[in-house]
């Protein structure tokens, strides 16, 4: 079975910021941490959406913004009943102050989403460190207390270019060669 993998957080703001497209608004949206994130997409797409013909794409962003991404990014809040994106951005303007507010009351600080944000990098890469031992094992055997240690402090490009070299390299030590 063949796929198609398109980790949207792999690209960065300013890589996507650039974008005149819609699936580049939706990563910008998916990987938005602060509501001013939200609120300069929906500043795009307003301006890109604004054709009769694109009525109900625009309902669509609308309808996933209250069902899917606002409740996950700000939990309990009210939202108030909303038609379009012009609409929805005028309501973030309004309620991001409050909400702000809200999230340092209850202890959700900057310090505390980052180190969220950390703990789910900490633990993606012990995902992916899990696999490569998997398939290192699979392929060359019970592995030496060496490359247990290596997939331990592994960085993810590490982990990606082990995972590379595993399918060509003839040893242990080929894999883990880091000569570029």
């Known amino acids: 079975m063949r796929y198609l993998l398109l980790d949207e957080h792999r690209y960065a703001e300013a890589e996507l910021a650039g974008q005149r497209n819609l699936a580049a608004a939706l990563f910008r ?7 001013e994130d939200i609120e300069r997409v929906l500043a795009s797409l307003i301006d890109w959406l604004t054709a009769a013909e694109q009525d109900e794409l625009r309902r669509a ?20 009943h ?20 809200e999230w340092k ?18 633990g993606r ?4 460190a899990k696999v490569v031992r998997r398939q290192l094992m699979r392929r060359f055997g019970p592995l030496p207390a060496w490359v247990d240690q290596r997939l331990e402090q592994a ?7 082990w995972a590379e070299r595993l399918l060509d390299g003839q040893t242990l030590e080929a894999v883990f060669n880091d000569l570029n």
Request: charged share 30%; no cysteine.
């Open 61 to 80: 962003f609308v309808v996933w913004l209250k069902r899917v991404l606002l409740p996950a990014r700000v939990p309990g809040a009210d939202l108030p």
């Open 29 to 35: 949206l998916e990987n938005s941490r602060q509501p």
């Open 82 to 101: 909303v038609n379009d994106l012009q609409e929805m951005h005028a309501m973030l303007a309004e309620r991001v102050k409050t909400w702000t507010e």
């Open 155 to 161: 960085t993810e490009a590490e982990l990606d270019a």
């Open 125 to 128: 890469l012990e995902g992916e």
């Open 105 to 122: 009351q209850q202890g959700l600080d900057q310090g505390r989403l980052e180190g969220r944000l950390e703990g789910r990098l900490e």
